[in-house]
């Protein structure tokens, strides 16, 4: 039988023909005990029980793209906990069955490739994914039911958010939520759709059904898989005792029937999470989504306090950090800007020069830059992410302080006990809205923010 591998081409690589000696290689034979490995484990957690579920992986080989490595796969309808190593099935980096398991006797059922493959597919191509878990465990299941009208899950200020990739205790973790079908290859169109509404997430659960979970190898799907678990069965239990796992003090559940804004500019009519007579599930909960500028802090504090600190720090700030890999980051940052100014004439933008030039005359060039930035209160990433550091270490030094209008803390706290999810969205960064929400005349606001948001959204 001939079997389609990768051969390098003019440098290049693509598919080719080549002897079954590579399925027999280390690195297939260790993929393959791996799944069989894991499906086991995944049994003996409730995630693959009943011939359900089932996980996939691209075998490693440094030799070759990432998108054209070859893919093991899980048969369907076989108990999972029981497999061996050559009951895998071997597909090709499009999705191509390039080798199939051997019939086992009666009362086996003839080999057939995972139901799930076509939606595997769609988290190798869209997300780059190094491997896949579908998991029925009972959590993922039952938590998709807690509101049955909801097209999300969230979740917030746990410990074990951190596990999942791009997200910290602090941040809100969203997964969408697809409706089943009867028929796993059904659920494609809409699990692809939810992937590309959610670029953040890195799983969509299925209503009644289960979850896809995905990572950049089978460490990440699996550790960020016991993850995604352990805070639904937190969540479900929470809901038990009656308690909100959606806030950040994961209070009591509340009806919310009016709440008054800041200042009276914002009101909010909703009820959170309650059923009414005719037993319709009224979603839960609303949320509020404050700028930072005029809304909860003095317009004066930004231009007056923290654009000059960053004007007349930049400078220090840029030669105490320089060979650091995040202030080498802002760097590039700013070198990409520049270079787009330049070509479209933007007042104020001078060349950077080469690393050759020596590093007082770069930092000289991107304090030049920068100031000309601030004085045009420009809202471009690459200056509000430098700004956000040099904040923070004015902000760690005592030099500088954050500032809230006085009504603020009251609205936030009333907003937080009634259930309302309260975000902030601004052109600052979000390192720059939690250290001024961190740092208050007031103390540490941040208990009652579920999220922040800046330029890097949308």
Same mark, same amino acid.
């Given at each position: 039988?001939?079997?389609?591998?990768?051969?390098?081409?003019?440098?290049?690589?693509?598919?080719?023909? =080549?002897?079954?000696?590579?399925?027999?290689?280390?690195?297939?034979?260790?993929?393959?005990?791996?799944?069989?490995?894991?499906?086991?484990?995944?049994?003996?957690?409730?995630? =693959?029980?009943?011939?359900?579920?089932? !996980?996939?992986?691209?075998?490693?080989?440094?030799?070759?793209?990432?998108?054209?490595?070859? *893919?093991?796969?899980?048969?369907?309808? =076989?108990?999972?906990?029981?497999?061996?190593?050559?009951?895998?099935?071997?597909?090709?980096?499009?999705?191509?069955?390039?080798?199939?398991?051997?019939?086992?006797?009666?009362?086996?059922?003839?080999?057939? &490739?995972?139901? &799930?493959?076509?939606?595997?597919?769609?988290?190798?191509?869209?997300?780059?994914?190094?491997?896949? !878990?579908?998991?029925?465990?009972?959590?993922?299941?039952?938590?998709?039911?807690?509101?049955?009208?909801?097209?999300?899950?969230?979740?917030?200020?746990?410990?074990?958010?951190?596990?999942?990739?791009?997200?910290?205790?602090?941040?809100?973790?969203?997964?969408? !939520?697809?409706?089943? %079908?009867?028929?796993?290859?059904?659920?494609?169109?809409?699990?692809?759709?939810?992937?590309?509404?959610?670029?953040?997430?890195?799983?969509?659960?299925?209503?009644?059904?289960? *979850?896809?979970?995905?990572?950049?190898?089978?460490?990440?799907?699996?550790?960020?898989?016991?993850?995604?678990?352990?805070?639904?069965?937190?969540?479900?239990?929470?809901?038990?005792?009656?308690?909100?796992?959606?806030?950040?003090?994961?209070?009591?559940?509340?009806? =919310?029937?009016?709440?008054?804004?800041?200042?009276?500019?914002?009101?909010?009519?909703?009820?959170?999470?309650?059923?009414?007579?005719?037993?319709?599930?009224?979603?839960?909960?609303? &949320?509020?989504?404050?700028?930072?500028?005029?809304?909860?802090?003095?317009?004066?504090?930004?231009?007056?306090?923290?654009?000059?600190?960053?004007?007349?720090?930049?400078?220090?700030?840029?030669?105490? %950090?320089?060979?650091?890999?995040?202030?080498?980051?802002?760097?590039?940052?700013?070198?990409?800007?520049?270079?787009?100014?330049?070509?479209?004439?933007?007042?104020?933008?001078?060349?950077?020069?080469?690393?050759?030039?020596?590093?007082?005359?770069?930092?000289?060039?991107?304090?030049?830059?920068?100031?000309?930035? !601030?004085?045009?209160?420009?809202? *471009?990433?690459?200056?509000?992410?430098?700004?956000?550091?040099?904040?923070? %270490?004015?902000?760690?030094?005592?030099?500088?302080?954050?500032?809230?209008?006085?009504?603020?803390?009251?609205?936030?706290?009333?907003?937080?006990?009634?259930?309302?999810?309260?975000?902030?969205?601004?052109?600052?960064?979000?390192?720059?809205?939690?250290?001024?929400?961190?740092?208050?005349?007031?103390?540490?606001?941040?208990?009652?923010?579920?999220?922040?948001?800046?330029?890097?959204?949308?």
């Amino acid at each position: 039988m001939a079997l389609a591998t990768i051969v390098a081409v003019n440098g290049g690589f693509k598919m080719g023909t =080549v002897s079954p000696a590579y399925l027999e290689s280390k690195a297939v034979k260790e993929t393959r005990s791996l799944i069989s490995e894991l499906c086991r484990q995944f049994y003996n957690l409730g995630w =693959v029980s009943g011939t359900g579920g089932s !996980i996939t992986m691209k075998v490693h080989d440094s030799c070759i793209p990432k998108p054209q490595q070859l *893919i093991l796969m899980s048969p369907s309808g =076989v108990q999972k906990e029981r497999m061996e190593p050559e009951d895998m099935y071997v597909l090709s980096g499009d999705g191509s069955i390039i080798s199939s398991p051997s019939p086992k006797p009666y009362p086996h059922k003839p080999p057939k &490739c995972s139901d &799930c493959a076509p939606l595997f597919m769609k988290a190798y191509h869209m997300r780059n994914a190094g491997s896949v !878990i579908h998991s029925h465990g009972m959590e993922s299941f039952l938590v998709t039911m807690i509101n049955p009208l909801s097209k999300e899950f969230r979740i917030t200020h746990m410990e074990m958010i951190k596990g999942i990739q791009g997200h910290g205790y602090y941040d809100e973790l969203v997964i969408p !939520i697809i409706e089943n %079908t009867a028929y796993e290859n059904e659920l494609t169109d809409s699990l692809a759709k939810a992937i590309e509404a959610y670029p953040k997430t890195t799983a969509v659960l299925v209503r009644n059904h289960g *979850i896809y979970v995905w990572g950049d190898s089978w460490i990440s799907a699996k550790t960020q898989a016991e993850c995604y678990h352990y805070l639904f069965d937190a969540a479900i239990k929470l809901r038990q005792l009656g308690l909100d796992w959606s806030t950040p003090d994961h209070g009591p559940i509340q009806n =919310v029937k009016r709440v008054s804004g800041i200042n009276g500019r914002i009101n909010v009519s909703t009820k959170a999470g309650t059923v009414d007579s005719n037993y319709k599930f009224d979603p839960f909960p609303r &949320c509020i989504v404050l700028d930072i500028e005029g809304t909860t802090t003095p317009i004066s504090f930004v231009t007056d306090v923290l654009f000059p600190y960053a004007r007349d720090n930049v400078g220090r700030h840029l030669s105490a %950090t320089y060979d650091s890999a995040e202030t080498q980051d802002d760097i590039k940052l700013l070198h990409a800007q520049v270079e787009d100014d330049l070509k479209q004439g933007v007042s104020g933008s001078v060349p950077i020069p080469s690393e050759d030039a020596g590093k007082e005359e770069v930092i000289a060039a991107l304090v030049a830059n920068v100031e000309a930035m !601030i004085k045009a209160d420009r809202k *471009i990433t690459a200056l509000k992410q430098l700004q956000g550091h040099i904040w923070r %270490t004015g902000f760690e030094n005592n030099e500088l302080k954050g500032v809230v209008f006085d009504d603020v803390p009251e609205a936030l706290e009333k907003w937080h006990a009634l259930g309302v999810k309260v975000y902030i969205y601004s052109s600052g960064s979000k390192l720059a809205q939690r250290l001024i929400f961190g740092n208050t005349n007031f103390g540490d606001l941040r208990k009652y923010l579920s999220g922040f948001f800046d330029t890097a959204v949308g």
